[in-house]
């Protein structure tokens, strides 16, 4: 008997990135079309809830938290998700507006989105990502997964210290969010 194992939501979205990822590099001109599908499938959207919970943030602008989501059932939430995206009848809610005060006394605006907006934009972000990741450059950092401020810092640095002469621009003051 051959006993073939499950795969969870996290490496079914693994086995999808990949394909589309892949899909991307191979032909740098395809488009793809047909994705809307895919960011409802229900692993897909698992995956996404994971995500976001492990986040722990806060509610949006209509109160609901993570433990709220838990009481009243995590595939309920998730199953009524998929029914208006397939049907066509998800819209996002405005977000919630917070200051954090910064260290020279004024004070950067937050907004948070409730916690269903944030699981469609973590599904979005997961069909998404890998098709954009095969357009960027290895030298690109801002917004990409697995790289940081940091990171981008030690390549400039490892750059300047080669011998040869060198010119690097860098748009530093708007990596770090400066305004504007």
Same mark, same amino acid.
């Given at each position: 008997?051959?006993?073939?194992?499950?795969?969870?939501? *996290?490496?079914?979205?693994?086995?999808?990135?990949? *394909? +589309?990822?892949?899909?991307?590099?191979?032909?740098?001109?395809?488009?793809?079309?047909?994705?809307? $599908?895919? @960011?409802?499938?229900?692993?897909?959207?698992?995956? %996404?809830?994971?995500? @976001?919970? %492990?986040? !722990?943030?806060?509610? =949006?602008?209509? =109160?609901?938290?993570?433990? &709220?989501?838990?009481?009243? #059932?995590?595939?309920?939430?998730?199953?009524?998700?998929?029914?208006? +995206? !397939?049907? #066509?009848?998800?819209?996002?809610?405005? @977000?919630?507006?917070?200051?954090?005060?910064?260290? &020279?006394?004024?004070?950067?605006?937050?907004?948070?989105?409730?916690?269903?907006?944030?699981?469609?934009?973590?599904?979005?972000?997961?069909?998404?990502?890998?098709?954009?990741?095969? &357009?960027?450059?290895?030298?690109?950092? #801002?917004? /990409?997964?697995? /790289?940081?401020?940091? =990171?981008?810092? $030690?390549?400039?640095?490892?750059?300047?210290?080669? !011998?040869?002469?060198?010119?690097?621009?860098? $748009?530093?003051?708007?990596?770090? #969010?400066?305004?504007?």
């Amino acid at each position: 008997m051959n006993a073939k194992r499950l795969t969870t939501p *996290k490496e079914n979205v693994q086995q999808l990135q990949e *394909k +589309l990822g892949h899909a991307a590099k191979e032909n740098k001109k395809r488009r793809f079309h047909a994705l809307y $599908d895919k @960011v409802y499938r229900m692993d897909i959207l698992e995956e %996404a809830w994971r995500r @976001v919970r %492990a986040n !722990k943030g806060s509610a =949006g602008i209509d =109160g609901e938290t993570i433990s &709220d989501i838990e009481k009243q #059932g995590e595939a309920h939430f998730l199953q009524e998700c998929q029914r208006r +995206l !397939k049907e #066509g009848k998800y819209h996002p809610q405005p @977000v919630r507006r917070h200051y954090i005060p910064k260290k &020279d006394g004024k004070q950067r605006p937050l907004g948070i989105p409730t916690i269903r907006d944030r699981v469609i934009q973590m599904a979005t972000k997961l069909i998404m990502e890998p098709i954009f990741e095969a &357009d960027f450059q290895e030298s690109s950092f #801002g917004f /990409r997964p697995k /790289r940081s401020a940091k =990171g981008a810092l $030690d390549r400039i640095r490892k750059a300047c210290n080669r !011998k040869g002469n060198w010119v690097v621009d860098v $748009d530093i003051q708007g990596y770090f #969010g400066a305004p504007r």
